[in-house]
């Protein structure tokens, strides 16, 4: 009996994390670099816009204040599990709020992807 009462004292808890600044933002960057490096010629320039811009947006990502540290997460969610009682959802980082509570509430669908799509340099049409 003492095992069942275990069981059904579980919590499940959603954290959504965010983006956190970790090694991978940096991996991320010279990721790019390397795979630009690694085309051949027409590769290269078919690409290069598109890896640049992702490397000037990881390497921005980095240094951004509002972005929380790997340590900031682990004390969030060290409280999260401490807690006797905890709520369904935490967010962990402020733009995993602001993505959760404003964007994904307010924007419709067509236009997250639209700015998604512009923030990432998509195309639904290849050159």
């Known amino acids: 009996m003492r095992n069942f009462s275990l069981v059904t004292a579980a919590h499940t808890v959603l954290a959504v994390p965010g983006i956190t600044?970790?090694?991978m933002l940096k991996k991320t960057t010279s990721g790019g670099i390397e795979s630009l490096n690694?085309?051949?010629a027409a590769g290269r320039e078919r690409?290069?816009?598109v890896l640049d811009h992702y490397a000037t947006m990881s390497a921005n990502s980095h240094n951004a204040r509002f972005l929380v540290?790997?340590?900031?997460?682990?004390?969030?969610?060290?409280?999260?599990?401490?807690?006797p009682r905890p709520r369904?959802?935490?967010?962990?980082a402020p733009d995993a709020w602001l993505v959760d509570r404003l964007v994904t509430r307010l924007l419709p669908w067509r236009l997250r992807a639209a700015v998604n799509a512009r923030a990432y340099r998509l195309s639904a049409?290849?050159?």
Request: hydrophobic share 30%; aromatic share 10%.
């Open 21 to 23: 600044k970790t090694p």
């Open 38 to 40: 690694q085309m051949p």
């Open 47 to 49: 690409y290069r816009d």
């Open 69 to 83: 540290s790997a340590e900031q997460v682990a004390v969030k969610l060290h409280r999260i599990v401490d807690r």
């Open 88 to 92: 369904f959802k935490y967010h962990l």
């Open 125 to 127: 049409h290849p050159r």
